[in-house]
């Protein structure tokens, strides 16, 4: 299919390869002062931005949201995608819901995988949004590993892409919030054994994000927590830390009691509040 096929309906997004992508989207009453398109992270689905949503509605925004291929309901669950294909999915949304509101300002916002997933549309070519927020981006890629894990992974993924992960054995907290981590790993849709092909797919993305992260000049606020386990402080403070204090484009905000799952996080209000700050600033609104 060529690209003036996708299509943005009620339910679904349908990308440049006819694949159809499950669509959320949480609209404010009356006309949104602002739109959000939301990328979600690793094994997760486009409900992650549920909580946030509500509250960014009732500050007029709209958010949307999709489940990005390979994850959620979307096809081939699972399996990785490629870090093309996110991309592209994630160009073609954003110009396809720009072109439906041409007037309205426009804000790209990933979580972890789906940060990395922002940075790299945007390193592809100029996109209709007025910034990009990127909350605890999943940047650890392989110039940032160990030589042993870089070895190892490298090795699983040629040896045996699909042997799969549970992630139980690494101990690791991601929020919080205990009663949302329970809900979670109740959710059917949330992907619980993860293929090893997959996580070399997902380095390889995050690789690509961490070295797109020097380039982006679209204005960017970025948001870590202190306590997150998942995406380690080092590769953060590379990309964003010095930036932060010598482009003016770039907004780096840390929160000394977050998680990896800031915008879940027991203490997440705080965040949703700087980002609608960070955004009203963007487009001069009160």
């Avoid at 959620?72 to 294909?85: D, T, V, Y």
């Avoid at 879940?264 to 955004?279: F, G, H, T, Y």
């Amino acid at each position: 299919m060529s690209d003036s096929s996708p299509s943005i309906e009620s339910a679904r997004f349908i990308s440049f390869d006819g694949a159809s992508l499950p669509l959320r989207r949480w609209l404010p009453p009356g006309k949104p002062t602002a739109i959000i398109v939301a990328l979600h992270g690793f094994n997760d689905y486009s409900n992650f931005i549920d909580a946030a949503a509500h509250y960014f509605n009732q500050q007029g925004i709209a958010v949307y949201a999709y489940d990005q291929r390979g994850f959620g309901q979307s096809p081939h669950r699972g399996r990785w995608p490629g870090k093309e294909a996110l991309a592209r999915d994630a160009r073609l949304f954003v110009q396809r819901l720009h072109a439906r509101f041409p007037d309205k300002p426009l804000f790209l916002l990933g979580h972890s995988m789906g940060a990395a997933v922002a940075l790299y549309a945007l390193a592809s070519g100029p996109l209709p949004v007025n910034g990009v927020i990127l909350a605890a981006p999943a940047i650890w890629g392989w110039s940032s590993m160990p030589w042993w894990q870089r070895w190892g992974l490298k090795l699983a993924a040629h040896t045996m892409p699909w042997k799969t992960f549970t992630g139980e054995s690494q101990h690791i907290t991601a929020s919080d919030n205990r009663d949302m981590l329970i809900a979670l790993g109740r959710d059917p849709l949330v992907i619980k054994q993860t293929r090893v092909d997959a996580i070399y797919g997902l380095v390889n993305l995050m690789e690509a994000g961490f070295r797109a992260a020097a380039k982006l000049h679209t204005p960017t606020l970025a948001l870590y927590g202190d306590r997150d386990e998942v995406i380690p402080a080092a590769p953060i403070m590379d990309a964003f830390g010095s930036l932060a204090r010598s482009r003016s484009t770039l907004q780096f905000r840390r929160y000394k009691n977050g998680y990896h799952m800031l915008l879940r996080d027991l203490q997440a209000e705080v965040v949703w509040r700087d980002i609608v700050s960070w955004i009203r600033q963007r487009h001069n609104r009160p």
